[in-house]
């Protein structure tokens, strides 16, 4: 099986082809080793991938560190 994936150029889908690695964990398409985005131990197509982190990701959101404060008593 072949990568799925195509890529939009001037109006014309390009299929990339390569030998594929796995599937979209969303879409179930093919995905080769350059079109994998792999996050939460699921790989997804780049589009999925991109959505994913953006909505179901379930890393945690970078919370601002709290500084590390030394309040001296005095
Ligand atoms: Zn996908
Ligand atoms: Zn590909
Ligand atoms: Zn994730």
Same mark, same amino acid.
Request: charged residues 25%.
């Given at each position: 099986m072949n990568c799925q994936i195509e890529f939009a150029n001037e109006d014309v889908g390009m299929p990339c082809g390569k030998p594929a690695v796995?599937?979209?964990s969303d879409c179930g398409s093919a995905i080769?080793?350059?079109c994998r985005v792999e996050c939460c131990g699921q790989s997804f197509c780049e589009v999925c991938g991109d959505y994913h %982190?953006?909505?179901s990701c379930r890393k945690p %959101?970078?919370?601002e560190r709290? %500084?590390?404060?030394?309040h001296k008593a005095g």
């Open positions: 796995a599937k979209c080769c080793d350059d %982190v953006a909505n %959101v970078q919370n709290d %500084v590390f404060g030394s």
